[in-house]
């Protein structure tokens, strides 16, 4: 191998605790150059593989499959968590080169005929190679991985095939930094007044940002979901309201250079076609074949069942928000720039439970530390700081991860918003766990996006941000405790509408009474008041139509923009489909198509944001496993939750591990009783 400069850290051993990154040496000017040799190494690596002479072994392509590619990885994990989370001008533009080059190389190796042929010849026998069960699953995992990129396709129709996931790659790239673009670029100043009805917490924030934006004004915010939320639930202004949500759901639609109408049609359009050169009726049908559900006809019906009940539900709410509305001097009609602001006033007067009540318990800290506890008490897990390992930016912290005095990962945590990083909460990670060469432990990151206090204050959460900190903890989890000996299905590596099962039933515990009884108040030290508990409890599913409304409709979109040709512009098919389904008028999309991340920043919820749901039902009637056990840190169940679900990656069927854990198939009705959609009389007499 040629001589590579030192002064490139990728090119160097990280000499760093567990070599963990060291990004205090990673600059924006070393990702091209790494990025370049890790491809060729990586090509000249698979190269020897499909050149083999000698006849194809499960050791000699597979397991040298899964050995290749070392500094890519590296690379490609790396850049992948910055260019999310602390990008910039400079960072954007190496990634906008760079996605080509990886999408090509990609495409080189999965449309490669002589690697192809190893791996058919090898799957084709894989009844006589005497594989374990493991091995063999890896097996079947890179021969569909082949097939579903493009290996058996003619050598014209390969050529095509490549274009259009180079192509994708590029409008994906170019659709998230749009999004971007819009919550960066616009800035609303607001006076004392505009401010009128907001809590102190959301005030400082304001406050906060006006400062980090330098704007002449007491207080900002932008158009990210952190930064609106609070306005939509608590600013008294109506004017204000409609202002801040008006730009909140035109982010990628403002008919500017960030405008992704046109990018959503050539999306859509270069998919279907995708999806036709595989010999799919849709791009639906050809993601569904590969996930739990299988088909965009069980997919749509699950949604359907819940939507029914989740309109019914929204539109009784209606009713009662548009009565108060009237009662509190509101001669408009309800607009959806007024439904959580009733809604939190409706939820006060029939349950007498305001969440902000719990905001001054549910500190960032005790949140995390509680996390941490319920890991502990499932798994006998233990998080200490790492104050020696630097992250990325300097609000990232990192926890050593233990369990029976072995460390088994590094745990990383970046939970405020700040310009430079997109929206939302996802997991990540830095390393995946492997045991193929030796024990190597995973590097999991969680991201959150909760508005940053002021300096010395503490960050308050709501109860849905402190349920976004236990659900991202459950991803973490997930690759934390992978325990496989490939890295193709080490953890998260798992199909689309089974890997959102460990991050939702993760969040059940957080109101565990166990776990409520760490919260204390952020300055008395007192806990949380039995009667709040109880008011909590009683107003927990407040709300719900809306919430299944907002998502449900969300996921119907994704899936008929992936499964019936569109027709008319990106807004026209969007007005069409809400109206076939009879969306409520005061309720919008919880993602609107232009800035619908998900969908269009690549491809990995695209025709599968119905996974949310699928999930839902297996964590609502997987957690009342342990209700039936009447204990939430029950051993026996926990260690089967452990096995089945936390630990085995991709190694078995995904429908087998969930029997396994559970001892039968999920029941739909657990996910109707977790929203309150079913009543248990009605679900009783059913």
Known sequence: MRSLPVTNPFFEAWNTPYEAPPFDRIETSHFQPAFVEALNQHKAEVVAIGA????????????????SGKLLRRVEMVFSQLTSAATSDALQAVEREVVLLVAR?????????????????????????????????????????????????TEAERGRFAEIVEHLAALGTQFGQNVLADEQETVFPLSEAEMDGLPDFARA???????????????????????VEPILHFATDRSVREKIWDAFVKRGANGNK?????????????????????????????????????????ARDLLEEVWDGGRKRAEADREALEALARSKGQAEPLEAWDWRFYAEKLRLARYDFDEN?????????????????????LFGLTFAPREDIVGYHPDVRVWEVARAGKIIGLFYGDYFARPGKRSGAWMTSFRDQSKLDGEQIPFIVNTCNFVKPPEGQPALLSLDEARTVFHEMGH??????????????SGTSVVRDFVELPSQIYEHWLEAAPVLAQFTHVETGEPIPEELLERMHAARTANTGFETVEF??????????????????????????????????????????????????GDGYAAGYYSYLWS?????????????????????????????IYSAGGKRDFAEAYRLFRGRDPDVKALLRNRGLVTVEADAEA
């Open 258 to 298: 960030n405008d992704n109408s046109q990018v959503i049609e050539e999306i859509v359009a270069l998919r279907a076609e995708q999806a036709r050169l595989l010999g799919y009726e849709s791009y639906a049908a050809y993601k569904l074949a590969d996930s739990m559900a299988g088909t965009p006809k069980a």
């Open 552 to 601: 449900v409709s969300s996921a119907i979109l994704d899936m008929d923009y992936h499964s019936q040709p569109m027709n008319g512009s990106v807004a026209e098919f969007e007005k069409a489909v809400l109206d076939s389904i009879n969306m409520p008028r005061e309720i919008a999309l919880r993602h609107a198509s232009t800035h619908f991340l998900h969908l269009f920043a």
């Open 476 to 489: 973490g989890l997930h690759g934390l405790l992978s325990d496989v000996t490939y890295p193709r299905i």
């Open 616 to 644: 839902e039902v297996l964590d609502a009637d997987g957690f009342e496993a342990f209700e039936e056990a009447g204990d939430p840190f029950d051993a026996e169940t926990a260690k089967r939750l452990h096995d089945f």
């Open 205 to 227: 924030a304001a406050a906060e940002t006006a400062r980090d934006r330098k704007i002449n004004a007491p207080y900002a915010v932008t158009p990210s979901r952190s930064s």
């Open 357 to 377: 009540a719990l905001k001054p318990y549910l500190q960032l800290e005790k949140v995390i530390d509680a996390s941490f506890f319920v890991a502990q008490k």
């Open 105 to 153: 190389h990609w495409n080189a190796i999965f449309l490669d005929p002589n690697l192809f042929s190893r791996i058919e010849r090898l799957y084709d026998a894989r009844g006589e190679l005497g594989l374990d069960p493991e091995a063999q699953r890896v097996l079947e995992r890179y021969y569909l991985d082949f097939v579903r990129a493009g290996a058996k396709l």
């Open 52 to 67: 083999n002479g000698a006849a194809p072994t499960f050791e000699n392509t597979i397991a040298a499959l899964e050995r």
